[in-house]
């Protein structure tokens, strides 16, 4: 028997089912949302997310610092 379940992007509503396993980050992008409750985003919606824990980081991660 094999687990089965769905995924749900908590952003756009975007959905996956997957099995077994959590995707690895590179398949389609699927990461744990940051914050204080259990949420996921996909790929779109990760490459868009500003929270502070991005915007605190902005110009470290461009390269700036």
């Known amino acids: 028997m094999e687990g089965?379940?769905?995924l749900r992007c908590a952003d756009c509503n975007r959905t996956r089912e997957i099995s077994g396993?959590?995707?690895?980050e590179?398949?389609?992008g699927w990461v744990p949302k940051p914050g204080?409750?259990?949420a996921f985003m996909c790929g779109e919606c990760?490459?868009?997310?500003m929270g502070h824990e991005t915007s605190d980081?902005?110009?470290?991660?461009q390269?700036?610092?």
């Open 4 to 6: 089965r379940t769905i």
């Open 21 to 24: 396993e959590l995707p690895d």
């Open 57 to 61: 980081d902005e110009a470290k991660v």
């Open 63 to 65: 390269g700036l610092t």
């Open 36 to 38: 204080a409750h259990v």
């Open 46 to 49: 990760a490459a868009k997310y």
């Open 26 to 28: 590179r398949e389609e």
